[in-house]
């Protein structure tokens, strides 16, 4: 196997978001756990995170750009669901006074506002998505979430620095 070939890192961190959500809706049709909003923006995190790699893999760029546009893309969608997963477990941290109230359901507030709004409002959080229904080993399910993003992080990163490594006399280039 060449070092610098984009597949095999692609397709391993496209093998991790399938085992990511394999997870969550297991979760949520065996276990019965329904998902919270911020859940449902982290599983699309999840989502667009696979869809960059299996084009990367699909592509297999053997150029440093695209290598490194696989990199950055990866980097964006894994930073995002990091963020939302990281505001997840923030709002169950804080003191019940402090919880903002609940809100409408998502499905609701797609059919009548603008997605901006639904994002803003998804954002700040609500009630049911500060409940805590599922602890393993201490954690919460948005903190183990939070734990899968900083390992699938771990792919993008490579990526960079094989397009990095690309550019370097140490590896060799294929033609």
């Known amino acids: 196997m ?3 070939t984009v597949r095999p890192v692609a397709l391993t961190g ?7 959500m394999v997870v969550a809706l297991g979760l949520e049709h065996i276990v019965g756990l329904a998902p919270c909003p911020l859940c449902i923006f982290q599983r699309v ?35 995002g669901g990091a963020f939302i997963a990281g505001r997840h477990v923030w709002l ?10 609940c809100g409408p359901g998502l499905d609701y507030m797609l059919d009548i506002l603008p997605l901006q709004d639904v994002v803003g409002m998804v ?4 009630g049911e998505c500060a409940e805590i229904d599922f602890m393993l080993l201490g954690l919460s399910l948005p903190a183990w979430t939070l734990i899968g993003f900083a390992i699938l992080a771990l792919v993008p990163l490579r990526l960079l620095w094989l397009a990095w490594a690309k550019g370097a006399k140490f590896i060799p280039q294929r033609d």
Request: proline residues 5%; charged residues 5%.
């Open 2 to 4: 060449n070092v610098t």
């Open 14 to 20: 496209l093998a991790f978001c399938a085992l990511m």
């Open 45 to 79: 995190a999840v989502l667009a995170t696979a869809a960059v790699l299996a084009v990367a893999a699909v592509h297999n760029p053997h150029g440093r750009l695209g290598t490194a546009v696989y990199g950055v893309l990866g980097l964006v969608t894994v930073g």
């Open 92 to 101: 169950q941290t804080l003191p019940a006074d402090k919880v903002p109230s």
């Open 123 to 126: 954002l700040s959080g609500s």
